[in-house]
């Protein structure tokens, strides 16, 4: 994504937009306390579920194999590139749990199309961490990631992913950098870490679920037209040599297209000053904050309509029961929703991202 316009306009208010859901109901819990025994209510192991999730994830997650890959030997492979290599060219339909070492492997890993059913795992004592320096100077914005995933019902558990160029200074071309994109559908992050400035995460297309995660960045630096939910993960800003930061440019073109972010029971924290929530990359976006800790590293006013008045009427930028000295409506854009109980219903639940149909917990070795 190219640089954008900081000043803000606040006009008219919206209607709301109904976004389409189904599956089963899942409400999440309104107590962080108990989203844990939530979790593992809802989201059970492939054994007790099989019957129940799709067909094809059920026969790839009935013989899974283990590959092993440490950079300093004692595996099947040193690089995550090689070990990804190793698999059939066609498209895979067996689980494949790669089971990386910690330390830092300096790599540009993508995750191809044919390539589904991958999962990434590292020790959560000992982690591993995905390191590149791309940029949209070298590679296009949307490709400039450390890691790419392409294929579907992929799973990272106790990963961190950075992108190590340096922060835009406005001087050098394109010089965001993307540490993760994520493409293809039906993924899940456990306990990942993600750090980067602008355009962290490319949280691009299909139905995604982040939790107990760590996402940092500074301008947009949460981007695309995926539909996700995020559960449980810390959003942590951190100052632009720009002079300006938002957390989120989501993509939504039109009520026609079925996507969203929804981040619930997270933490807004960082040391930036008066950032934003969210401005509208396209016509109509969707980002819901609820249940979430808010620290004054958020400007009173909390979204931008990114000088264009005309979407304040097409987008939904809503709130709902969030807390902390950043979650005050006293100030806020005019055109914000502060959700009712019934509107908020369906964004807060697994049925949001059809979660009955695929979503496993994370993986135990």
Request: hydrophobic fraction near 35%; proline fraction near 5%.
């Amino acid at each position: 994504m190219v640089l954008k316009f900081t000043s803000i306009i606040i006009l008219v208010t919206f209607s709301f937009i109904p976004v389409a859901f189904c599956g089963y109901t899942a409400a999440l819990p309104s107590v962080r306390a108990q989203l844990g025994s939530w979790f593992q209510t809802n989201v059970q192991h492939y054994t007790a579920r099989k019957s129940k999730i799709d067909p094809a994830l059920a026969a790839a997650e009935a013989s899974p194999r283990i590959i092993k890959v440490n950079k300093n030997g004692g595996g099947d492979f040193k690089t995550i590139t090689d070990a990804l290599k190793s698999l059939p060219a066609g498209n895979n339909t067996k689980r494949v749990v790669i089971k990386i070492a910690g330390g830092e492997y300096t790599e540009k890993i993508k995750v191809e199309r044919t390539k589904n059913f991958i999962t990434f795992y590292g020790a959560p004592n000992d982690m591993p961490t995905f390191v590149y320096g791309g940029t949209a100077l070298q590679y296009g914005t949307i490709d400039s990631a450390s890691l790419i995933v392409e294929g579907d019902y992929f799973v990272a558990s106790n990963i961190i992913i950075k992108n190590s160029a340096p922060p835009p200074d406005g001087v050098r071309k394109d010089a965001q950098a993307v540490a993760l994109r994520v493409s293809g559908d039906k993924a899940a992050f456990y306990n990942c870490k993600l750090y980067g400035y602008q355009d962290t995460l490319c949280d691009d297309r299909g139905k995604h679920f982040f939790k107990d995660c760590h996402i940092e960045g500074t301008v947009d630096f949460i981007f695309g037209n995926a539909k996700t939910l995020y559960l449980n993960t810390q959003i942590n800003v951190v100052p632009s040599i720009l002079g300006m930061t938002v957390i989120t440019a989501q993509g939504r073109k039109s009520s026609s297209e079925d996507n969203g972010y929804v981040f619930a029971h997270c933490k807004v924290t960082g040391t930036a000053k008066r950032t934003l929530l969210g401005r509208p990359w396209f016509e109509a976006p969707v980002v819901i904050f609820a249940y979430t800790e808010m620290s004054n590293v958020l400007s009173p006013l909390g979204w931008s309509n990114n000088n264009h008045p005309e979407r304040e009427r097409t987008m939904l930028f809503g709130e709902y029961k969030n807390t902390g000295p950043g979650s005050s409506p006293k100030d806020r854009a005019s055109f914000v929703r502060r959700l009712s109980d019934a509107q908020a219903r369906t964004y807060l639940s697994l049925d949001y991202i059809e979660g009955s149909k695929w979503l496993l917990p994370p993986p135990r070795i």
